[in-house]
């Protein structure tokens, strides 16, 4: 049986393998969108509100690796521009989702300046002083910065402009006109509480936030990691369609395969990485030379299955099988230019010559004009200079205009 110490150690664990997951899924949203910045606000405020997102959970990372009390409270701090300017960041994305319903309005975008203003407000504060938040307890046993006494007034703040996003995002769904933008704003209202809900720093509510975390609450904290991770994944998913001009299933194909090759595959190579520096020397060998291997192969075998099933990942992300998807798959792999054609043709007459055993060998078309000469291989000779028994045993083109090819040695 584990003792409590040991349920919060392993506890404490999962959950720094889930905030990692978060950050490296985040950081590959805000990676995918930079290209597509140029397309309008949504994909610029959505990246702003995941990079800060992000920020506030690689802090929290580190500071459960710190060793030195100076070091954690730094890292808070800096994390502490992230809690600040995650509000502002949603109502700057609810903003433009309501933009793109045709909804114009200035005063909405001075709310939206003043939210960033106000946030930098309290980042600045944060950072400098202790009014907003204060040192981290030095008996707690996990490190926190403490509420000081304006903390109150960012309360207000922060929730203030969470809400005043939400609605925003509803009066975006209520003017949809379309049954799919509809739908997609929908789940979006839901999605768009997962930005708060994860960064708000709950611990500065407690009145004793240097007491340690109930074993309880363990659990609670992971499921609303994960629940956190879920909302953004299909926050993701909608907003990923504003702005582009490519259809839906190619968008979401194009999403789907980004993702399993970045971010799932870093995922994969993590929890590899996690469990074989956990587990026992296997064979005498180095940790290191473990964990080299581990990460090579992991690496290796999680390409290979996204190379070999991709058709397969595909189809299973049309949520059907349909036989047009499956002529589009094949037709990028048999189109064949010239250049691809005749290097074929050498491949065939290669292979042919080494069968059969000749030094040369070629491919003529038959046309109106004469037989054309389309591959050769072996010492260079012009057509004209062929046998004459050979171009005799031509046979002469179709009447209907086709032009099939003979192929003979030289």
Same mark, same amino acid.
């Given at each position: 049986?584990?003792?409590?110490?040991?349920?919060?150690?392993? %506890?404490?664990?999962?959950?720094?393998?889930?905030?990692?997951?978060?950050?490296?899924?985040?950081?590959?949203?805000?990676?995918?969108?930079?290209?597509? *910045?140029?397309?309008?606000?949504?994909?610029?405020?959505?990246?702003?509100?995941?990079?800060?997102?992000?920020?506030?959970?690689?802090?929290?990372?580190?500071?459960?690796?710190?060793?030195?009390?100076?070091?954690?409270?730094?890292?808070?701090?800096?994390?502490?521009?992230?809690?600040?300017?995650?509000?502002?960041?949603?109502?700057?994305?609810?903003?433009?989702?309501?933009?793109? /319903?045709?909804?114009?309005?200035?005063?909405?975008?001075?709310?939206?300046?003043?939210?960033?203003?106000?946030?930098?407000?309290?980042?600045?504060?944060?950072?400098? /002083?202790?009014?907003?938040?204060?040192?981290?307890?030095?008996?707690?046993?996990?490190?926190?910065?403490?509420?000081?006494?304006?903390?109150?007034?960012?309360?207000?703040?922060?929730?203030?402009?969470?809400?005043?996003?939400?609605?925003?995002?509803?009066?975006?769904?209520?003017?949809?006109?379309?049954? +799919?933008?509809?739908?997609?704003? +929908? +789940?979006?209202?839901?999605?768009?509480?997962?930005?708060?809900?994860?960064?708000?720093?709950?611990?500065?509510?407690?009145?004793?936030?240097?007491?340690?975390?109930?074993?309880?609450?363990?659990?609670?904290?992971?499921?609303?990691?994960?629940?956190?991770?879920?909302?953004?994944?299909?926050? /993701?998913?909608?907003?990923?369609? %504003?702005?582009?001009?490519?259809?839906?299933?190619?968008?979401?194909?194009?999403?789907?395969?980004?993702?399993?090759?970045?971010?799932?595959?870093?995922?994969?190579?993590?929890?590899? *990485?996690?469990?074989?520096?956990?587990?026992?020397?296997?064979?005498?060998?180095?940790?290191?030379?473990?964990?080299?291997?581990?990460?090579?192969?992991?690496?290796?075998?999680?390409?290979?299955?996204?190379?070999?099933?991709?058709?397969?990942?595909?189809?299973?992300?049309?949520?059907?099988?349909?036989?047009?998807?499956?002529?589009?798959?094949?037709?990028?792999?048999?189109?064949?230019?010239? $250049?691809?054609?005749?290097?074929?043709?050498?491949?065939?007459?290669?292979? /042919?010559?080494?069968?059969?055993? +000749?030094? $040369?060998? *070629?491919?003529?078309?038959?046309?109106?004009?004469?037989?054309?000469?389309?591959?050769?291989?072996?010492?260079?000779?012009?057509?004209?200079?062929?046998?004459?028994?050979?171009?005799?045993?031509?046979?002469?083109?179709?009447?209907?205009?086709?032009?099939?090819?003979?192929?003979?040695?030289?």
């Amino acid at each position: 049986m584990f003792a409590g110490s040991d349920m919060a150690y392993v %506890f404490g664990y999962a959950n720094d393998v889930l905030q990692s997951i978060i950050v490296i899924f985040g950081a590959a949203v805000v990676l995918y969108n930079i290209p597509r *910045f140029r397309r309008g606000t949504v994909q610029r405020s959505f990246s702003a509100l995941i990079g800060l997102v992000v920020l506030v959970y690689l802090m929290e990372l580190l500071v459960s690796r710190s060793v030195a009390p100076a070091s954690a409270e730094f890292l808070l701090r800096v994390g502490w521009i992230g809690v600040t300017l995650v509000p502002a960041a949603q109502f700057h994305l609810s903003d433009a989702l309501l933009r793109t /319903t045709g909804k114009l309005s200035r005063r909405r975008r001075v709310l939206v300046v003043l939210s960033y203003l106000g946030g930098a407000a309290f980042a600045v504060l944060g950072l400098l /002083t202790n009014w907003v938040v204060g040192e981290p307890s030095a008996v707690a046993t996990t490190p926190s910065l403490t509420g000081g006494p304006l903390f109150p007034l960012f309360t207000a703040y922060f929730w203030a402009a969470a809400l005043g996003a939400v609605y925003n995002v509803w009066r975006a769904r209520q003017r949809c006109l379309t049954t +799919t933008t509809r739908r997609r704003m +929908t +789940t979006t209202l839901v999605a768009i509480l997962a930005a708060p809900l994860a960064v708000f720093p709950y611990m500065m509510l407690s009145s004793h936030p240097a007491a340690e975390m109930p074993l309880l609450l363990w659990p609670v904290l992971i499921i609303g990691n994960l629940v956190v991770s879920i909302l953004f994944a299909v926050l /993701t998913s909608q907003l990923v369609y %504003f702005g582009s001009a490519s259809p839906d299933r190619v968008v979401r194909v194009r999403l789907y395969k980004y993702m399993a090759r970045v971010p799932l595959a870093a995922t994969i190579v993590l929890l590899v *990485f996690v469990l074989v520096s956990r587990a026992p020397s296997i064979l005498g060998l180095h940790k290191e030379v473990l964990l080299g291997f581990a990460v090579v192969a992991t690496v290796m075998i999680v390409e290979w299955v996204i190379h070999h099933y991709k058709q397969t990942f595909e189809r299973a992300f049309q949520l059907n099988d349909d036989p047009d998807v499956r002529r589009i798959q094949a037709l990028s792999e048999r189109l064949l230019t010239t $250049s691809d054609l005749q290097q074929f043709l050498e491949s065939v007459l290669a292979a /042919t010559c080494e069968a059969v055993r +000749t030094p $040369s060998a *070629f491919v003529a078309a038959l046309t109106p004009n004469g037989p054309r000469l389309e591959a050769a291989i072996g010492p260079p000779a012009p057509l004209e200079g062929l046998p004459n028994a050979v171009l005799q045993r031509l046979p002469s083109p179709g009447g209907n205009g086709s032009e099939p090819a003979a192929a003979g040695r030289r």
